[in-house]
């Protein structure tokens, strides 16, 4: 049976998702369509629905994944305690539950960059990627701080705090905001780059471009660096499993 899947945000004629899908069902003969669904506000998500009656499942990207949760009929147990939603399935009754792939595609992203010094990060941002990013740390036993320009509580760091003493602590920096991204690709975020050195990893959501800045400018003072691609792919395919439960 022929089914429509999707993806749900904001400004998202740049995504991963619709290509790497349409890949997938081409490869795998399947004769599904993926669509994107660029919606400026959530109130289009009920029109949305009503205009695409063969919907299966849905991705959720930025600026939704916590927001689109009182849109959902159930929450899967690791989303309601990550408090974001990347992954919708809509169930053959119509109700909708929500899922979050992110934290298993950066769990298997980051495990072949680990050694035993990696007992700290920081995360780069406070939105529902940073959440899932919070939730796989912990299941790893790292211990984490987030970093914020405007932090909402006092356990979270500013920019402008950042120094040598808390960088040698901090040996992983993840960045999970949006600066770099392409077309942006010249931006990165504020962070002391001259207290980077071998004993870093710089790990970026970001996809596109391969490398960004964030991650060029930590490589340059010798630190080991990976993008968001195999995360991507990763949380893909966990989505394509439970779309198919």
């Known amino acids: 049976m022929k089914h429509t899947f999707g993806l749900i945000g904001r400004n998202i004629s740049y ?25 400026q506000n959530l109130n289009q998500f009920q029109h949305m629905r009503k205009n695409n009656t063969n919907l299966k499942g849905l991705n959720v990207t930025i600026p939704y994944k916590e927001s689109i949760i009182p849109f959902l009929d159930q929450i899967d147990e690791k989303a309601t305690l ?48 940073s959440k899932a990013i919070a939730f796989a740390l912990k299941k790893l036993n790292i211990s984490y701080c987030f970093v914020s320009r405007n932090p909402s509580n006092s356990d979270m760091l500013l920019y402008s705090e950042l120094n040598e003493k808390l960088l040698t602590k901090y040996s992983i920096i993840i960045n999970c905001t949006p600066l770099g991204t392409y077309p942006n690709i010249q931006n990165y975020p504020d962070i002391p780059f001259e207290n980077i050195n071998n004993k870093h990893l710089l790990f970026d959501l970001i996809y ?35 779309w198919n439960l």
Request: aromatic residues 10%.
């Open 15 to 39: 995504s991963f998702s619709q290509t790497y899908f349409q890949h997938k069902f081409e490869r795998e003969n399947l004769p599904h369509t993926y669509k994107n669904f660029d919606l």
């Open 208 to 242: 596109n471009p391969k490398e960004t800045k964030f991650m060029n400018l930590g490589k340059l003072n010798g630190a080991s660096v990976c993008n968001g691609m195999k995360m991507l792919e990763v949380q893909a395919e966990e989505a394509w499993h439970i």
């Open 82 to 129: 990550i408090g974001a939603v990347n992954t919708i399935k809509i169930c053959d009754d119509g109700s909708l539950k929500g899922f979050n792939t992110d934290h298993v595609g950066f769990t298997e992203s980051i495990k072949p960059y680990l050694m035993t010094h990696h007992t700290h990060a920081l995360i780069l941002g406070t939105g529902g990627a």
